[in-house]
């Protein structure tokens, strides 16, 4: 601290032992001294006038001819701006700048206590093992984020940015250096090499592996993060975000993977990470793991026959829903994002990183129920398993507790070999959920309980997403009802839903009468599986015609036999 003492004490701040190492003029260097003495006095921050005003004229505004040098320490990296309201100093005229807070920045504290800012460089020696070499692109890494940080508010030639790019680039060649130097291979390059991943893939790769390193605060994760730690301009911003999608090579490779999180303003965001199966590769360098291989869900599929894998181009923001149901749906969602993971985690609520419920969706037929769980599926980036419930009792009459058993046993061996977190889907839970028979059962009423209390065990201890369809929760077991965490009904959509379910549901491509009106179409009180069978049958009746043209009469033929249910009324062969 003598050092720090004799640069507040001195009466000429050029004979200072910091003087050499500021760079800057003298004047520059006793604001800074001015600074320095107030912030070991306690104030930390100081208004840009109230500090000129030590030195120079208010009065006869001889200060504004000194804002420049406020500016030149800020650019210097010596000064930075306090509060929230900082602007990017190329920006900012200098009668902003006047009335704005600074304080002193890390590196000029830094350089107080220790008495030099001087970057030292790893030593130019071959690399032992896989983990110094990790070291070394992981401080490579944190320079390469304190460069975007400055980026951001300082001029892109600022004496900041470049001290920071030049440590950059010796730390890259020093890399290079030390990689010339080692014998044997080392673990990372060559597995850059198997993949044949290009220097901004790598770079990504090893942001990611710090970050599940070093346990951050999971700011790496974010994509527009990642992009901007390699991109050196907004052109490069675009074209690098490719390197991230979905058919990239970090990605189709399985080499990252990521969730798709809900922001605060309704939208997705990505956060990635690496796979476990990655890491440990890396971790255990000299292991042949004996985990077994991933295998695709879509080919394991087709080696049994209990479950159906099905899927939808639609996502949530597709699917016509009420609002209490989106709210509970965005309410899941959010249990993705890293603070709500974290908090849970700490209150000892929550221990993996993936959302865990158990849903059902209840309500009329032909409200969405299936397609929700499928969008909401697809929202996440998960498959769906499907199992179709109605069948339960044709399949497994007299073995009901083995083969309801199997239905869970055989979802956790797909989702071990494909190594994926599939949404179990249940559709037409009636079977299972209705209440259980109390007295005087029959045999199969007993036979029927006692699958009741084995899907009731499985349930309990369920790991993951499931999601039950039923058109009926009157008759739902209040056991099972405990068991659910969430219960979303699906209504009759109202008016404006109608609407906006025949825009949907209706091709653009259709030949439409000039006076065809959606809005009077949307009057009669269908569900959307109602509309879309509407549709159907419409264009299978409209489709013969000479000259097709869709009429509201046409329509509302079909309309009117949906709501009496006499589609079959007329004896006609075919479609109508």
Excluded at 54 to 82: A, C, M, P, R
Excluded at 378 to 404: A, H, P, W
């Amino acid at each position: 601290m003598n050092e720090i003492i004799e640069f507040i004490k001195s009466k000429d701040v050029e004979k200072s032992a910091f003087f050499k190492q500021l760079k800057c003029s003298k004047e520059e260097a006793q604001i800074l001294q001015y600074i320095t003495r107030q912030y070991i006095q306690g104030r930390d921050t100081s208004m840009v006038i109230d500090i000129l005003s030590e030195f120079y004229d208010v009065k006869t505004y001889e200060h504004l001819n000194k804002i420049q040098l406020i500016k030149s320490l800020l650019e210097f990296g010596w000064l930075v701006q306090s509060g929230f309201d900082q602007l990017k100093l190329s920006e900012m005229s200098q009668l902003e700048l006047l009335n704005s807070m600074i304080t002193l920045s890390p590196a000029f504290l830094k350089l107080l206590e220790k008495g030099s800012l001087e970057f030292v460089l790893p030593e130019v020696k071959k690399y032992e093992d896989h983990l110094e070499y990790l070291q070394d692109q992981f401080f490579r890494i944190d320079l390469a984020q304190q460069l975007n940080l400055v980026k951001n508010n300082f001029d892109e030639n600022s004496p900041n940015i470049n001290r920071l790019r030049s440590k950059l680039t010796l730390l890259e060649n020093r890399i290079k250096e030390r990689i010339k130097e080692t014998d044997g291979s080392i673990m990372m390059e060559d597995f850059f090499k198997q993949y044949a991943l290009n220097e901004q893939e790598q770079l990504l790769f090893l942001a990611l592996l710090k970050e599940e390193y070093s346990g951050g605060d999971g700011t790496l994760r974010d994509m527009n993060s990642l992009i901007t730690l390699i991109s050196s301009d907004d052109y490069e911003k675009i074209k690098y975000r490719s390197l991230l999608e979905e058919g990239s090579k970090l990605v189709s490779s399985s080499l990252v993977d990521y969730d798709e999180v809900l922001t605060p303003f309704g939208g997705i965001n990505r956060n990635f990470y690496i796979p476990d199966d990655i890491l440990y590769k890396i971790s255990h360098p000299t292991k042949k793991t004996s985990r077994s291989t991933k295998m695709k869900l879509d080919s394991l599929i087709k080696e049994q026959e209990t479950f159906e894998l099905i899927t939808t181009n639609k996502t949530l923001d597709d699917v016509v829903l009420n609002d209490k149901t989106r709210e509970v749906l965005d309410s899941l969602l959010k249990q993705m994002d890293k603070k709500v993971f974290n908090r849970l985690k700490e209150w000892g609520i929550k221990h993996k990183r993936n959302i865990e419920a158990r849903i059902i969706f209840y309500g009329f037929a032909g409200t969405g129920k299936t397609l929700t769980a499928l969008a909401f599926a697809k929202t996440l980036k998960r498959q769906v398993l499907s199992f179709d419930c109605s069948k339960i009792l044709s399949m497994y009459v007299g073995e009901s507790e083995k083969n309801v058993r199997a239905i869970f046993d055989k979802y956790y061996e797909l989702r071990d070999k494909s190594k994926s977190e599939p949404i179990l889907l249940l559709n037409e839970a009636d079977q299972f959920l209705s209440s259980r028979t109390t007295s005087s059962a029959s045999g199969s009423e007993k036979m029927h309980n006692q699958m009741q209390n084995i899907f009731l065990e499985q349930i309990e201890r369920f790991d993951g997403v499931l999601i039950a369809t039923t058109n009926l929760l009157e008759s739902l077991d209040k056991a099972f009802s405990r068991r659910f965490n969430y219960k979303i009904e699906f209504k009759k959509p109202n008016y404006e839903q109608r609407v906006e379910l025949w825009k949907k549901l209706l091709p653009t491509t259709l030949p439409l009468d000039k006076d065809f009106d959606i809005e009077e179409l949307a009057k009669h009180e269908l569900t959307g599986g109602q509309i879309e069978m509407v549709i159907k049958n419409t264009a299978f009746k409209i489709a013969v015609d000479e000259e097709p043209l869709f009429t509201n009469k046409s329509f509302e033929e079909q309309i009117s036999k949906e709501l009496k249910g006499n589609f079959d009324s007329e004896n006609k062969v075919g479609f109508f």
